[in-house]
């Protein structure tokens, strides 16, 4: 079983920026790595993909405030968050490739 520790989570203000890491191994970071989100109430939500070879993907809603990363020498997955919005409030997650293998989540909290 992979191990996915997700961390950054925390309150950001409407219109900030924020910063989530996903610590893994170095060979799990090779593959397909996505984020996912909950907020709550609401169903599980895909945010962004980064493929193996770099090309990254992004929900409708985060593309153009969000990005999706791979720091190899910390071995983390990162989501960059910008003009963090309200409705970005949620559970993060990270998953590996076909969402086989989770972390437990960080909380980010929305408020001014």
């Known amino acids: 079983e992979e191990l996915l520790v997700e961390s950054g989570g925390g309150l950001v203000q409407p219109g900030g920026s924020h910063r989530l890491a996903c610590a893994t191994s170095?060979?799990?970071?090779?593959?397909?790595m996505n984020w996912v989100r909950q907020a709550p109430g609401k169903a599980l939500e895909w945010v962004a993909r980064?493929?193996?070879?770099?090309?990254?993907h992004y929900a409708d809603s985060v593309k153009g405030r969000f990005t999706i990363s791979r720091d190899n020498a910390k071995s983390t997955l990162d989501l960059e968050m910008d003009n963090v919005k309200r409705d970005d409030a949620a559970m993060y997650y990270c998953?590996?490739?076909?969402?086989?293998?989770w972390g437990q989540g960080t909380q980010v909290t929305v408020s001014s």
């Open positions: 170095t060979s799990v970071l090779t593959y397909d």
């Open positions: 980064i493929d193996a070879d770099g090309t990254t």
């Open positions: 998953a590996t490739a076909g969402f086989t293998y």
